[in-house]
T-cell receptor, first 113, second 110 residues
Framework: EAGVTQFPSHSVIEKGQTVTLRCDPISGHDNLYWYRRVMGKEIKFLLHFVKESKQDESGMPNNRFLAERTGGTYSTLKVQPAELEDSGVYFC???????????FGSGTRLTVV | RKEVEQDPGPFNVPEGATVAFNCTYSNSASQSFFWYRQDCRKEPKLLMSVYSSGNEDGRFTAQLNRASQYISLLIRDSKLSDSATYLCVVNRGGFQKLVFGTGTRLLVSP
């Protein structure tokens, strides 16, 4: 079984540019989550999809962040325009039953310079 | 105050030692509890779920005390490969989002 796949693994962009991160969850997992770890801080929740619907987006920092999951399969997280404080590691996770824990992707390391 | 608190460590132990980590959580409505392991520059990986009755998986034992709102992880007979950061993670239940502690770093030396 393929795991959660994230692309790209690394991205370095300039402040003000746009970046789009992609996540392919485990096939059949309805629940898809985005989390972020900023340097020196704990991993924090961004948002949760159930199929194509946003179940909870309370963790999204501001309206520069836009997440989509068209068709309920893969998801994208776009940051536009990027700011220096957006630097960090963005993890995607998926699950079928959240009470059993999630499977995380290897993350996208975003650096905004 | 953080919702999930952990001692950041590092815990430096020799091979074969027994080491215990504790974690406290503040939201009494929390329903599911986990320990995740994270290696340097890697993703978190589920180590084990934590149940009120306690559970064991080989050298690892996890305990949950709902009354005191703390979770523990015991590692027996430590191996070099156990060196990692151990994340205490709580699920708020109805909202289904995980809340992470900052992690406890373990270094096992020969």
């Amino acid at each position: 079984e393929a795991g959660v796949t994230q692309f790209p693994s690394h991205s370095v962009i300039e402040k003000g540019q746009t970046v789009t991160l992609r996540c392919d969850p485990i096939s059949g997992h309805d629940n898809l989550y985005w989390y972020r770890r900023v340097m020196g801080k704990e991993i924090k929740f961004l948002l949760h999809f159930v199929k194509e619907s946003k179940q909870d987006e309370s963790g999204m920092p501001n309206n520069r962040f836009l997440a989509e999951r068209t068709g309920g399969t893969y998801s994208t997280l776009k940051v536009q325009p990027a700011e220096l404080e957006d630097s960090g590691v963005y993890f995607c996770a998926s699950s079928q039953d959240p009470t059993d824990g999630y499977t995380f992707g290897s993350g996208t390391r975003l650096t905004v310079v | 105050r953080k919702e999930v608190e952990q001692d950041p460590g590092p815990f430096n132990v020799p091979e074969g030692a027994t080491v215990a980590f504790n974690c406290t959580y503040s939201n009494s409505a929390s329903q599911s509890f986990f320990w995740y392991r994270q290696d340097c520059r890697k993703e978190p990986k589920l180590l084990m779920s934590v149940y009120s009755s306690g559970n064991e998986d080989g050298r690892f034992t996890a305990q949950l005390n709902r009354a005191s709102q703390y979770i523990s992880l015991l590692i027996r007979d430590s191996k070099l490969s156990d060196s990692a950061t151990y994340l205490c993670v709580v699920n708020r239940g109805g909202f289904q989002k995980l809340v992470f502690g900052t992690g406890t770093r373990l270094l096992v030396s020969p």
